[in-house]
Nanobody, 126 residues
């Protein structure tokens, strides 16, 4: 059974930093593209960042480009999201996701991912 467990969320002041982690088990971590999505109250789930299977290709939403960095450690079966210079509008529940991409790339849409974690709350105070 595939399991993704996020951690590292919490309360942070605007301009601060936070690192989210996503521990994976139950599948061959290295074969899957991984992504981070977020959902704020009353809004739809949106793409944040993604990495292909070996981390050689990554992508970001325009709203976080230059501030957030996605990385993965396949030896530890763990995905990370380093969040710097956070803003109040980054407040949301953050989810990690895994999906197999036969092209060796990654998806930007939530429906391209098969497995999801339970989410971790990030709150940025102004």
């Amino acid at each position: 059974q595939v399991q993704l467990v996020e951690s590292g969320g919490g309360l942070v002041q605007a301009g601060g930093s936070l690192r989210l982690s996503c521990a994976a088990s139950g599948h061959t971590f290295a074969r899957y593209a991984k992504g981070w999505f977020r959902q704020a109250p009353g809004k739809e789930r949106e793409f944040v960042a993604a990495s292909n299977w070996n981390g050689s290709s990554t992508g970001y939403a325009d709203s976080v480009k230059g501030r957030f960095t996605i990385s993965r450690d396949n030896a530890k079966n763990t995905l990370y999201l380093q969040m710097n210079s956070v803003k109040p509008e980054d407040t949301a529940v953050y989810y990690c996701a895994a999906g197999y991409d036969a092209r060796g790339g990654y998806g930007l849409q939530y429906w391209q991912y098969d497995y999801w974690g339970q989410g971790t709350q990030v709150t940025v105070s102004s």
